[in-house]
């Protein structure tokens, strides 16, 4: 059983940054799509960021420009440095993975991952 567990969460002020950290255990594979997810109070699930075996990265529209994900193979650990925080950024944050793919899909992006770590919880003060 995959297991992904999330670390560096946090409270910081706005225009800061943080590293948000995914370790991944079990039967992984070279061929994956990984990604970030968030969820503020009293609203829905929105794509992050994601980044496949491939390399290829995306970003969603509000995070673009400040945010980064990346991947160490060799640890199994996924990350998201975030950078020029604010506010509105505040949220439970959620690693998500998919292995046995080599590419993130559009189904990818809509959370239709098969893993999920328990979240992170990021807090940006103004």
């Known amino acids: 059983q995959v297991s992904l567990v999330e670390s560096g969460g946090g409270s910081v002020r706005a225009g800061g940054s943080l590293r948000l950290s995914c370790a991944a255990s079990?039967?992984?594979?070279?061929?994956?799509?990984m990604g970030w997810f968030r969820q503020a109070p009293g609203e829905g699930r929105e794509a992050v960021a994601t980044?496949?075996?491939?390399?290829?990265?995306r970003y969603g529209n509000s995070v673009k420009g400040r945010f980064t994900i990346s991947q160490d193979n060799r640890e199994n650990t996924l990350y998201l440095q975030m950078n020029s925080l604010k506010p509105e950024d505040t949220a439970m944050y959620y690693c998500a993975a998919d292995f046995g793919f080599s590419y993130c899909s559009g189904s990818s992006w809509s959370g239709a991952m098969a893993y999920w770590g328990k979240g992170t919880l990021v807090t940006i003060s103004s």
């Open positions: 980044i496949d075996s491939r390399g290829s990265e």
């Open positions: 079990g039967p992984t594979d070279n061929n994956y799509c």
